[in-house]
């Protein structure tokens, strides 16, 4: 297992940028994949963007364009920049990490707010 610790979150402007951090409690280059997640209230829980240790990225298409995501190997933290943010962006954002084997596992962090006022 791993632990994930989120961070960066907040209120924001429409137009505005936030940077979240996921800082995890073991090295990460081994970790098949990581990635960021959202849920508003009263909806699904949503993949945003995820990256794979072999460097492959995947993002939703409501975010293309705008949102950034990288994986810092040498301090284990993974990032979502995000910019040009909207209303419709005002979530949770869970850092989410999988490894796949005999050992492996899913973990989720504790979420963090972000809320983009118009």
């Known amino acids: 297992q791993v632990q994930l610790v989120e961070s960066g979150g907040g209120l924001v402007q429409a137009g505005g940028s936030l940077r979240l951090s996921c800082a995890s409690s073991r090295i990460i280059f081994s970790i098949n994949t990581m990635g960021w997640y959202r849920q508003a209230p009263g909806k699904q829980r949503d993949l945003v963007a995820d990256i794979t240790s072999g460097g492959s990225i995947n993002y939703a298409d409501s975010v293309k364009g705008r949102f950034t995501i990288s994986r810092d190997n040498a301090k284990n933290t993974l990032y979502l920049q995000m910019n040009s943010l909207k209303p419709e962006d005002t979530a949770v954002y869970y850092c989410?990490?999988?490894?796949?084997?005999?050992?492996?596992?899913?973990?989720w962090g504790q979420g963090t707010q972000v809320t983009v006022s118009s």
């Open positions: 989410h990490a999988r490894l796949y084997g005999s050992s492996g596992f899913s973990s």
